[in-house]
């Protein structure tokens, strides 16, 4: 009779499994410190976070106010306000450094509610096959072909003007790119040999999506956040621009639909439009950098091809 395993088996075993991780992530990291384009991204991305959570300190909330507004109306960048005043006598860097808080904190969660929803509709339709797959397919198909801007301003009109609801939106009509990529990659997965003597050894649905599939997924879907993130940021100042967006708070979005409502294009207060679209496209574009970044350092095949 064999004798038991002793603790320090267990120990060591434990700390094989975390160096094993540590190098994961170390060789994981030089992969991703290869493409320049990601780690300007990255750069660029620290920033704003830095930001949009150090506004509080960098500009006082009283200046996002109407009425304690001591500035001019549209008046030109100067010593005094460094981006120049909105209509209302604000200084539009303030409402700039506050607006990135809100409108990083609406694409972070409408992104967690897309990759939730996609994530479990892309890994229950691959995974199991008959009606329930296809029903959870043909229901990713009408999501699909449905026009997303009317369906958000159709949701976000019957739902109101709440961060919370813009998130909501722009989640629920977001997911299904995530789904059928999840999807496909789950139809691979469950065809391979170890899932077999999984099954054979009496596993069931759970034990093999929880761990089995669903790690193997987890890469792909952590990629793709990225991505997502970019696509909600750019729903959300499309819906703010739109008058949809939460009237109470300030984002890149609102100052956008603030700047063409009082015609700032027309009277050349550039100062007023030009700041938080600038913001909007560097943001997205940083996202994307680093989600295509990371789709090259978790997908062997990107690899190969570089």
């Not at 979005?253 to 913001?279: H, K, N, Q, Y």
């Amino acid at each position: 009779m064999s004798a038991p395993a002793s603790p320090a088996a267990g120990t060591s075993a434990a700390q094989l499994a975390r160096r094993r991780r540590h190098d994961a992530w170390r060789r994981g990291w030089r992969e991703f410190r290869r493409h320049r384009s990601g780690v300007a991204g990255l750069v660029v991305l620290t920033g704003f976070v830095l930001l949009a959570l150090l506004a509080p300190v960098i500009a006082d909330a009283e200046g996002l106010s109407v009425t304690r507004a001591q500035g001019g109306v549209l008046q030109p960048p100067s010593t005094a306000y460094l981006l120049g005043t909105d209509d209302n006598g604000r200084s539009v860097l303030t409402l700039l450094i506050w607006g990135a808080r809100v409108s990083l904190l609406v694409g972070l969660m409408a992104t967690v509610i897309s990759m939730v929803i996609g994530t479990l509709v892309g890994l229950l339709s691959g995974y199991f096959g008959g009606w329930p797959g296809a029903l959870l397919f043909r229901l990713t198909e009408w999501f699909l072909v449905i026009p997303f801007l009317p369906l958000a301003i159709v949701l976000a009109s019957v739902l109101g003007r709440s961060l919370l609801n813009i998130a909501l939106v722009i989640g629920v009509t977001s997911w299904t790119s995530t789904a059928l990529l999840i999807r496909s990659q789950t139809l691979s997965i469950k065809e391979r040999a170890y899932l077999e003597r999984a099954r054979g050894l009496g596993a069931g649905h759970l034990h093999l999506l929880r761990r089995h599939v669903l790690p193997n997924v987890a890469p792909l879907v952590f990629a793709n956040t990225t991505l997502t993130v970019a696509v909600a940021i750019l729903a959300e100042t499309t819906l703010s621009f739109l008058g949809l967006g939460d009237p109470t708070r300030v984002s890149w979005g609102s100052m956008l639909e603030d700047a063409f409502r009082v015609g700032a294009i027309t009277t050349g207060s550039w100062w007023f439009i030009v700041p938080p679209g600038v913001c909007v496209v560097l943001v997205v574009l940083s996202f994307t950098l680093v989600g295509q970044a990371l789709e090259s350092v978790l997908d062997p095949r990107l690899r190969e091809r570089r």
